[in-house]
């Protein structure tokens, strides 16, 4: 099931001091790399988790450099 990244974000937000901003800072940290992921899987979906490059005569097929950054 889908996470919607607003309401993990108040979740997240309620159970912290928000006047602490160094605790306000790491949430908004999360949420961004939370959307950061999100994007990642699209991508991959869309493109698939393999690539085909080519180069003049050369041909070979490689991982998504997505698989690579949600590592």
Same mark, same amino acid.
């Given at each position: 099931?889908?996470?919607? =990244? #607003? #309401?993990? @974000?108040? @979740?997240?937000? &309620?159970?912290?001091?928000? %006047?602490?901003?160094?605790? =306000?800072?790491?949430?908004?940290?999360?949420? &961004?790399? =939370? #959307?950061?992921?999100? @994007?990642?899987?699209? %991508?991959?979906?869309? %493109? /698939?988790?393999?690539?085909?490059?080519?180069? /003049? +005569? @050369?041909?070979?097929?490689? &991982?998504?450099? +997505? =698989?690579? %950054?949600?590592?």
């Amino acid at each position: 099931m889908p996470v919607n =990244v #607003k #309401k993990l @974000q108040d @979740q997240l937000m &309620s159970r912290i001091d928000t %006047d602490d901003l160094v605790e =306000v800072e790491k949430v908004e940290r999360y949420i &961004s790399l =939370v #959307k950061l992921n999100k @994007q990642l899987d699209k %991508d991959i979906k869309r %493109d /698939g988790a393999t690539v085909t490059t080519e180069n /003049g +005569a @050369q041909k070979f097929v490689k &991982s998504h450099p +997505a =698989v690579n %950054d949600k590592m």
